[in-house]
């Protein structure tokens, strides 16, 4: 069992940047490939940027290449999802889940969601 907790989440200008955090309990976190999605008001929930257990891959949406990045310290038990130039529609609330399989990661458990909000 993991149980997923998303942070970093706020208020920030279009072009600026932000970090989120996902912290995991139980031990089993570094065995489990992790995601960040998420969902604009009156908009299905979306993928954003997903990575291995081990870090050695990593996928990202088109839409934002080359602005965000994921990454994981398993010794934190901690992903974090840095976001790079911002643009108002990035804003929603952001979730990060953790799964199996590679790279069609059948996600089984989900944070609560942090919200993002871009002005212009």
């Known amino acids: 069992q993991v149980q997923l907790v998303e942070s970093g989440g706020g208020l920030v200008q279009a072009g600026g940047s932000l970090r989120l955090s996902c912290a995991a309990s139980g031990r089993t976190f570094r065995s489990y490939n992790m995601g960040w999605f998420r969902q604009a008001p009156g908009k299905e929930r979306e993928f954003v940027a997903a990575?291995?257990?081990?870090?050695?891959?990593?996928l990202y949406a088109d839409s934002v290449k080359g602005r965000f990045t994921i990454s994981r310290d398993n010794a934190k038990n901690t992903v974090y999802l840095q976001m790079n130039s911002l643009k108002p529609e990035d804003t929603a609330v952001y979730y990060c889940?953790?799964?199996?399989?590679?790279?069609?990661?059948?996600?089984?458990?989900w944070g609560q969601g942090t919200q993002v909000t871009v002005s212009s």
């Open positions: 990575i291995t257990w081990s870090a050695s891959s990593t």
């Open positions: 889940a953790g799964g199996l399989y590679w790279p069609s990661v059948k996600y089984d458990y």
